[in-house]
């Protein structure tokens, strides 16, 4: 009886780490949009934490995993590679555009980072979200590496120069 419940226990939380699929579409960098599905996952690579109540959205501020459409394999896209991505979530629109965002680096070629920001709101100005992890100087294990940091930037629409509202809104992992 304990294997039993060891073994649903184990089924049901590899069921709950899959990533789901979902229909959408990528634009690349020379404006090609490919339809397909993108992967929502509930493992975060960087800090190994498992959502289980829904997905881990942060990590697609930095690429997206993507399978085109009749394709049997996902392939990673990377903030670079992409102008953007779309998909729809719980009759949610859900639309990522690159931008070039400025970082405080010593190393002078890490100033600057593409990332694809999330947008919240779309009208004569669109409102995105960025959320990154950044590595804490000191922390006593190892959940306790990061911090999340959420920036907020407006635009006018279709133009490219982002305006930071809020500097940095830090919440403690």
Known sequence: MKEFLIIVCLAFFVINVQ??????YI???????IWGEIEL?????????????????DLMHKGV???????????SYLAEELKG???QYKNTLCEYRKFIVDYKSIVPNET????????LYKGSIVLYKDVYLQ?????????????KVITYYIAKQYEDKLVRLVLNQKIIL
């Open 135 to 147: 590595a804490k100087e000191k922390y006593t294990n190892r959940d306790d590496m990061f911090t």
């Open 112 to 119: 600057q980072r593409s990332r694809l920001l999330k947008e």
């Open 27 to 33: 634009i690349l960098e020379n404006r090609d949009t």
């Open 19 to 24: 990533a789901k699929r979902i229909p959408g």
């Open 41 to 57: 996952r509930r493992f975060n690579f960087f800090t190994g934490n498992i959502t289980l109540g829904d997905f881990d959205f």
């Open 65 to 75: 995993e993507f399978r085109k459409k009749g394709g049997k394999r996902s392939d």
């Open 85 to 87: 991505f779309c998909y």
